[in-house]
């Protein structure tokens, strides 16, 4: 599976980013989407999750300003980012899980989202 990240950039505190994930390959061992971020000097953080029937999962600090969708007949998946705050800056991943390992094995290269005036 290979998986194809778009949409960062630099965008202002208060401002809107949207990202998007196309996923091709092996489709049919995908099942959960999401998007991680690794801000620097920190750790990879979960984001938000998707599943197939479109149940999401959002960390607690993006509760109310990002929402994740998905598009299962397109293979994808994206972050609307709203309210967006200079500690939203970060290198976003998204992420597929494999339905037989039972993890996220797939990752896309990485976008880089900087909120700053």
């Known amino acids: 599976v290979q998986l194809q ?25 995908i099942n959960d989407m999401g998007w991680y971020r690794q801000a620097p000097g920190k750790q990879r953080d979960l984001v938000a999750t998707i599943t197939n029937s479109f149940s999401t999962n959002y960390a607690d600090s993006v509760k109310g300003r990002f929402t994740i969708s998905r598009d299962n007949a397109k293979n994808t998946v994206c972050l609307q980012m709203n ?33 700053s005036s």
Do not use: E, H, M
């Open 5 to 29: 990240a778009s949409g960062g950039g630099l965008v202002q505190p208060g401002g809107s980013l949207r990202l998007s994930c196309a996923a091709s390959g092996s489709i049919f061992s």
């Open 83 to 115: 309210s967006l705050k200079p500690d939203d800056t970060a290198v976003y991943y998204c992420a597929a899980y494999n339905r037989f390992s039972r993890r996220y094995d797939y990752w896309g290269q990485g976008t880089q989202v900087t909120v």
